[in-house]
């Protein structure tokens, strides 16, 4: 049996190396151009996410910075916490530098001899020479052909990533601020950087320096050193209508982007993977054929549930976008309250750990 991943971002690294764990034949075929990983771009991975991949793809202990506490802020509030996440003496999700992800996962599947890299993509005749083949990539011909049909939704904003260096601190707590222009992330990813994400809501690029500004009216404690390399992309949501077409899947991004608020992207992605394995290991324990059936049963089992977290999400975003045109502050204060509930909390905790899967 062998299986042929389409792209060479993380997503294929991971679900290979997460194949190829399993005693499966993997090809993957890339871009000659080899892949540029943005340095400035981090990865928040949930605490049951960071086990299955310590579990089932690579161990990650070394590279991840675990993050205890998570806060939610409203500029409405003055810097007041709106709501607050914390398990005691346990991480909440952890923060890695999606460079470093990259090359522990690179350099485990060097060493494989199941997998084979090939650094160019014929994709004529492809499609029966391998038991399945799942494409992650955006803009090839079979996405052309068999995924280009999504509900898209345009945020007409621009997300901005950054690391910061900063005079060490006990840097464990990650902070979310919802301001007036769109949401703003501090992830610690070391007691001496901070990753940011801003989220600002506007096409037209912010000069380097206005950025910083704007950054540092919500700045909660750190002492900036210096700022590395700013990285700008548009926001969008997207869902793909079917993710397969035969013994072709599509997977990662390509089925389900979302808004980065939330640091879920990579999350549902390692959902995706997790379930689409213990499909194929069932099909092996009983002996069935690794086919077209294999897609069927992944879309009925992830679609629905990617589609509705998605939105959530969005949900998510739209309630602070609202919020923050408003003058009064009924909504903030109402979810303030309604958040310091026992039971609403942990609820909140587990969906953001697991997703739709508990």
């Known amino acids: 049996m062998r299986i042929c991943l389409i792209g060479s971002g993380l997503t294929s690294l991971a679900l290979a190396k997460a194949l190829v764990n399993q005693n499966i034949h993997v090809d993957i075929l890339r871009d000659k151009k080899k892949q540029l ?82 650094n160019q993509i014929n994709l004529e005749n492809i499609q029966n020479k391998y038991n399945l083949l799942i494409n992650l990539n955006f803009s090839n011909l079979i996405t052309k052909k068999f995924f280009s049909k999504k509900i898209i939704k345009r945020y007409k904003s621009l997300a901005y990533t950054l690391i910061v260096e900063h005079e060490k601190i006990d840097n464990k707590i990650a902070r979310q601020v919802f301001t007036r222009i769109g949401p703003l992330a501090f992830l610690p990813i070391s007691n001496k950087e901070t990753s940011i994400v801003y989220s600002i809501k506007n096409t037209a690029k912010i000069q380097e320096e206005n950025l910083i500004e704007l950054i540092n009216l919500h700045n909660p404690k750190y002492k900036i050193k210096k700022i590395k390399k700013i990285s700008s992309f548009e926001l969008l949501s997207a869902n793909l209508r079917n993710y397969y077409h035969n013994n072709i899947l599509a997977f990662g991004e390509l089925t389900h982007k979302i808004h980065p608020l939330a640091g879920q992207g990579f999350n549902m992605t390692i959902r995706d993977i997790k379930i689409l394995l213990e499909i194929i290991q069932n099909k092996i324990d009983l002996g069935l054929p690794i086919n077209s059936s294999v897609n069927e049963e992944f879309q009925k089992n992830v679609k629905h549930r990617n589609f509705i977290f998605s939105n959530g999400i969005d949900f998510i975003y739209e309630f602070f976008n609202y919020e923050s045109k408003i003058e009064n502050n009924f909504l903030v204060n109402s979810l303030k309250y309604i958040g310091r509930k026992n039971s609403i909390n942990n609820i909140l905790k587990k969906l953001a750990d697991t997703g739709l899967n508990y």
Not at 45 to 74: A, C, G, P, R
Request: aromatic share 8%; proline share 0%.
């Open 37 to 118: 990983i943005d340095q400035s771009r981090t990865i928040g991975i949930t605490k049951s996410n960071v086990e299955y991949f310590n579990n089932n793809i690579v161990n990650v202990d070394k590279i991840i910075w675990k993050l205890n506490k998570i806060e939610i802020l409203s500029d409405k509030l003055n810097k007041e916490k709106l709501l607050e996440f914390q398990n005691k003496n346990q991480e909440l999700f952890s923060m890695v530098r999606s460079f470093d992800l990259y090359n522990i996962l690179e350099k485990s599947l060097k060493k494989n001899k199941l997998v084979k890299i090939q």
